[in-house]
């Protein structure tokens, strides 16, 4: 029998529900552990994921790596996927429209999944799901909202423009761990 988490990813695949479907080479679904505690939201695919079909396996991804392997985390323990799952047209932020058409898989990926501590990397997460702006003057806060606990960090491709975010994400990576620590004992 498939898993609930394996029909979203076949529902993704094909799915046309807004605009991004023209663009894409492959769509993204989120990728990781069902059973994760920590799971990661980013923006959208870029181009290394429209092509391999995998989220964060390009530049970003990379840097990515390097914070959780600070951190001590694995991938193979969480679980990454993305506001919406079709790469926009030159990397654009996503539009409302097609970040509300996305919403029910990404809806879905946490209801199935229940990590303990969702982790929002950047301002299109981060607005997308809470209403938020300013990341930067946001990153390492913790948000509960409807039964769902919430862990603000920057986007890791912001570190490509900007390089002292690394030791911010870095940092970030850290307390989400310690976070979960203090959460597990708890
Ligand atoms: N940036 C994102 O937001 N998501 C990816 O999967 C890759 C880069
Ligand atoms: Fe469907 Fe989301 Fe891709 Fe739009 S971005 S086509 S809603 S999977």
Not at 33 to 49: K, Y
Not at 83 to 111: F, G, H, M
Request: with cysteine; charged share 30%.
């Amino acid at each position: 029998m498939i898993s609930k988490i394996e029909k979203i990813r076949q529902q993704v695949i094909v799915c046309k529900k807004c605009e991004l479907c023209k663009y894409r080479t492959n769509a993204v679904p989120g990728k990781g552990n069902f059973n994760a505690d920590l799971f990661f939201i980013g923006e959208a695919p870029g181009r290394s994921e429209d092509r391999l079909g995998e989220p964060f396996v390009g530049v970003a991804g990379k840097k990515l790596s390097i914070a959780f392997e600070h951190a001590g985390i694995s991938r193979d323990e969480v679980y990454i996927t993305n506001v919406v799952k079709c790469r926009p047209p030159k990397n654009r932020v996503p539009k409302e429209d097609e970040e509300k058409a996305c919403q029910k898989y990404l809806k879905s990926e946490i209801d199935l999944i229940k990590p303990k501590i969702i982790c929002i990397m950047g301002n299109t997460a981060y607005r997308s799901l809470l209403g938020g702006n300013n990341i930067l003057k946001n990153r390492g806060k913790i948000i509960k909202k409807n039964g769902n606990l919430y862990f603000l960090s920057v986007h890791p491709a912001a570190i490509i423009y900007n390089q002292a975010l690394m030791s911010t994400l870095k940092k970030d990576m850290k307390s989400l761990v310690k976070t979960l620590n203090r959460l597990n004992e708890g």
